[in-house]
């Protein structure tokens, strides 16, 4: 929500991406780092740096507050009051409803194959840690390379059209990952995947941020981080699920029933017009 007072609903998008490139090279700089720092001075100064990136990072933050557009609530509203009230805002918007509901389809179904790839790369190609580096490295390049697209993009984006797109083409990608038993193709997947996941993730919360009423965007933003949250806990369902059909089995059925749940809600959600707040 801060992002959309500092920079308004036109640059929503391109923001989210942005954001979306410093985790992806936080992710592949931080354990380099990390490792090189826990190799030469020990846990203890390690922990020390750490601390002084969070104050850094913090600091950071204090000049925000005055570059955040509209007054601030007279009496800031109880948190439990706040979710209620974005809840019901984007249920009433077709939209945000849409982007909630394929957001927990999505978590419970599709993404639970990422704690099994250790298990696929193993199994399925006869890897070790260096095919499972490499496939979690390839769906990192290629989450990058969809949200550097996405940043680097200065026209109007179709937000509706580019969501569904993703959240369309990702079960296809898993389905043919599953099928594969060449590491070649299966780290050329991963790096479709990490396009496709890009582009859901940054569409995701502009759609949420754009279809919601300024009133309840932060409770709408709440909502959207619990359907987020919904990931962790079909991860042992999905265990179970490889540990009797096998993991490519696991990942075909979870996605193709992830595609039918899918497709009516996203299809129609690339040709809504009109519910995004300019």
Known sequence: ???FSMLGASRVAQAVSLETVSVQI?????PVVAGACLASLGPAPCYAVMVAAFAVGLAATLGLRRRIEGAPAARPEPIL???ASGLAAAWASPIARAVLLITIVMNVLVFPYQPLLSVFAQDVLAGGPRTLGLLVAADGVGALTGALA????????PYGRLFAAAVLVTPFVLVAFSASR?????????VAMGIAESGFAAMQTTLALLS??????GGAMGILSGCIGTQPRCTL??????????APRAFALNAIVALAVIAPVAIPLARARGEMRR
């Open 150 to 157: 996405i940043a680097a993009y200065r026209g109007s984006l």
């Open 182 to 190: 060449s590491l070649a193709v299966s780290v050329a997947l991963m």
């Open 1 to 3: 929500t801060a992002i």
């Open 26 to 30: 936080a992710k592949m700089v931080g």
């Open 212 to 217: 919601a009423p300024a009133h309840a965007r």
């Open 237 to 246: 369902r999905i265990g179970a699920l490889a540990g009797t059909l096998g």
């Open 81 to 83: 009051a706040t979710l």
